[in-house]
């Protein structure tokens, strides 16, 4: 297999990471379109707030883009194409999280929005790697070299980790794993005691399993770790972590209510 792996459709020669991360945002909201609860929440709130996460994510995703190497980035100040050509997930992910909190604070909306949108993201993020891991080395979301069975050449020589396909074979787990939490999300409001349902938790659970999973998995990727042998990415996710810690097990213990399940963070 030579990388990057272009798509060929009649006479169009497509690069993958093009291809794939178009699918993503298109399948992903499709999806979320398709999959979400009617909600009480007027059509201009629900615009405010998705320009809200919009507007996060983009900030977000940038700013621990050039977070990555800050000698690098202050050194490339001028070169828009630096700038502008990289972003990350965590970022983007902690971002629209940040951008709908404030939106929501905003326009006064208390209740969660977020159970919603974590099928639609786990897909997405999926569908996302696949590009990623066509592109090989020139996406830069590669592993370390490593001499496991799981190494492979991206084209330079090097057997290396596909940390992309690690990611993915998480993300089907993940996915897996919410199940009981999104039919329980999706239960009637009224069912029994033993059916209780703190909404939001499921996105809770989401945002951390995959945080704690970056966090990991970044210690074998070739980035620069210039904080205490951490890098930016793995800030950011232990930040992100001591806040869904807080929501998971302290927060939710005072929230225990049947008059409060259906409100909480995200």
């Known amino acids: 297999m030579e990388f990057p792996v272009y798509l060929v459709i009649g006479s169009w020669r497509i690069h993958p990471h093009v291809l794939f991360e178009s699918l993503s945002y298109f399948i992903g909201f499709r999806v979320y379109l398709w999959t979400r609860r009617p909600s009480e929440m007027s059509r201009l709130m629900s615009l405010q707030i998705l320009a809200g996460t ?22 490339q100040l001028r070169q828009l194409h630096f700038l502008w050509g990289g972003k990350t997930i965590v970022g983007g992910l902690l971002g629209g999280l940040i951008g709908v909190e404030l939106t929501k604070k905003w326009i006064g909306w208390t209740r969660s929005t977020g159970d919603d949108f974590v099928y639609p993201l786990l897909l997405g993020l999926f569908i996302g790697r696949i590009g990623c891991f066509l592109t090989g080395l020139d996406d830069h979301t590669y592993g370390t070299a490593t001499t496991w069975f799981t190494g492979i050449d991206f084209g330079d020589g090097v057997r290396r ?35 209780f349902y703190l909404s939001g938790r499921m996105f809770q659970w989401f945002m951390f399993g995959y945080l704690a999973f970056r966090f990991a998995v970044d210690f074998i990727k070739p980035t620069p770790h210039p904080y205490l042998g951490l890098n930016n990415i793995q800030l950011a996710c232990l ?12 927060k939710g213990r005072v929230r225990r209510s049947p008059a409060l399940r259906r409100d909480s963070r995200v």
């Open 54 to 75: 919009i507007l996060g994510a983009a900030l977000g995703a940038k700013l621990l883009f050039w977070l990555e190497d800050p000698a690098a980035t202050w050194e």
């Open 161 to 195: 980790h596909p940390t992309q396909l690690y990611e993915m074979v998480f993300l089907l787990a993940l996915a897996l794993l919410l199940i009981p939490l999104y039919r329980r999300s999706r239960a009637p409001l009224g069912r029994a005691a033993g059916s």
């Open 239 to 250: 930040a992100g972590l001591a806040y869904y810690a807080w929501l998971l097990w302290f």
